[in-house]
């Protein structure tokens, strides 16, 4: 199936990019993207987790299982306000 | 209308558009780009946002607050982008027929906009630009 | 300057009057005659002062919240005379780096000239006019 | 010993006057002065203390025991904000 990670802020820079398409396996959760980040990109490596998560622009736990075509952000700390 | 602007914030406007003939009170909020953050001189900040999440979020904010103290009226704006020091970032004013809603209202969603809304700072300083907060290393 | 004024209040310049390049937050609080007082219409409010105390307490009112939050710039003016609903008889801006001690000392000031400043309200409805609170009767 | 009476709102509608001379003899305290008013203003005769006094526009009990030149004031329960 066909899902759609964004990224922004300090992840975009980190990345090099803010937007992702990617054919994962059914089962697939939002954190194993995260590994999958984590792999690729060494600064990320430490953190175990992503901190925080949105599937369809609604905040969820990194273990929830993807469906296709969600969209999938991983977002950092807001600082707004 | 939109929680987030690009331009900047008419304070005396959002005031306006609460104010109601039955309101005895108005408490407002303004953050403000301010010189130095933690210990760093900072000349300006760079405001990101996703924005259908941050519209979604600050809905929801508005419509939570707005349930938990029915006589409050309620506006809040954001705004995007490169702010210089002493522009505000954020707006929000709460009217009500007694005080005390209006300010605890108005305190309430400052708190819950810094804590979920989906926009992030990037300070520029003497010494070059930062994320602000998390900075995966 | 004075704590009183007899002419309408300017939002905008308390607020200018108040903001530091080092300001993060700014709480404003405005007091407004609303159209209605303990289930009775208001349709104006007189209000009356005995000018130098009520500006000695004012002052007092400053100091003290100035001292208790060292990082507050306070700026408030009550209005008086006649005023019709939808004007602010008072305007209180608080600026401090932190948006904590701008909120609290906004509500303390407001709550202080409330309790202490000789200012009395006349109100004017459909059925005359009235003291408002201790009638003597 | 002269003191100056000063009346405010609602009380110096009641009295008809926002200001008097007053000779008093020494050691009369601001509380005599509202007795006084009590007796000649029927809708003060149940109110056994002033709602606030002010003593040179500060603050003070209403037994405090006046001097020559004084100004004090009965203030009613104050309504700004």
């Known amino acids: ?81 | 209308m939109s929680y987030l602007t690009d331009a900047p914030i008419d304070q005396q406007r959002l005031t306006e558009a609460v104010m109601r003939p039955s309101d005895g009170a108005l408490a407002l909020f303004a953050g403000v780009v301010r010189d130095h953050h933690q210990g760093r001189a900072v000349e300006s900040i760079f405001y990101e946002c996703w924005r259908p999440m941050a519209e979604k979020e600050m809905a929801k904010i508005d419509a939570e607050v707005a349930a938990a103290y029915p006589d409050v009226a309620i506006a809040f704006v954001h705004r995007l982008g490169l702010l210089q020091v002493g522009e505000a970032s954020i707006v929000i004013a709460c009217s009500s027929p007694h005080r005390d809603e209006a300010f605890t209202a108005c305190r309430e969603i400052i708190e819950r906009v810094k804590l979920t809304v989906p926009i992030w700072k990037r300070e520029k300083g003497p010494d070059g630009e930062e994320w602000v907060g998390w900075q995966g290393k």
């Open chain 1, 1 to 81: 199936m066909k899902v759609r990670l964004l990224l922004f802020a300090v992840l975009r820079d980190i990345v090099g990019a803010d937007e992702r398409e990617l054919e994962v396996a059914d089962g697939t959760r939002a954190i194993d993207l995260w590994n999958g980040l984590r792999i690729d990109y060494p600064r990320l490596a430490p953190y175990e987790k992503p901190p925080f998560t949105a599937v369809n622009q609604d905040y969820v736990q990194p273990e929830a299982v993807l469906r296709d075509g969600d969209e999938v952000a991983f977002i950092p700390p807001v600082s707004g306000g």
